[in-house]
């Protein structure tokens, strides 16, 4: 009997609790909660996720996500500085600077949202390079992506 509800508990644990979905594969899967594209940081499971997000009037969002993009978090940077790479071999940079939002408390020095001044629409789609980011104590530098743009309402598998 108590091999049985050790065996039950078993089975809870590792499946009726866990907070991310499972795909007909049974890949482990992240989703993003605004719909936007999701960027790994760091070691699966003990890094971050960066949610990338056109904004409808056209700026880059970045959401600081943990590592299974289900909370947010907060960092002091100033700005998160991305090196653009253009058609033609050249690069720009596009600068993001911290959202305050009242109603979660979230300053300049201590948000988990950032958000560029421009609109990015015109350069759809894009390859870009984080220069370097600051997530609590770890540090990171040049995180490659492509963005899209697009509102994918789909998963990030791993």
Excluded at 104 to 121: K, Q, W
């Amino acid at each position: 009997m108590s091999y049985l509800l050790f065996s039950l508990s078993i089975l809870q644990w590792s499946c009726g609790n866990d907070p991310h979905d499972h795909n007909a594969g049974g890949k482990h899967i992240h989703v993003a909660p605004h719909g936007g594209q999701l960027l790994e940081v760091g070691k699966h499971g003990s890094g971050f996720n960066l949610e990338l997000v056109l904004h409808p009037e056209g700026f880059l969002q970045i959401f600081i996500l943990d590592a299974h993009a289900e909370n947010f978090v907060r960092i002091s940077s100033s700005s998160i500085d991305i090196d653009i790479l253009q058609e033609d071999g050249s690069s720009r940079v596009l600068v993001c600077k911290p959202i305050e939002d009242s109603a979660t408390g979230e300053t300049v020095g201590n948000t988990s949202l950032f958000a560029s001044d421009e609109d990015v629409t015109p350069i759809l789609p894009f390859r870009g390079a984080i220069r370097k980011l600051q997530l609590m104590d770890l540090s990171f530098e040049k995180i490659t992506f492509e963005f899209s743009g697009k509102d994918k309402r789909d998963d990030h598998e791993y």
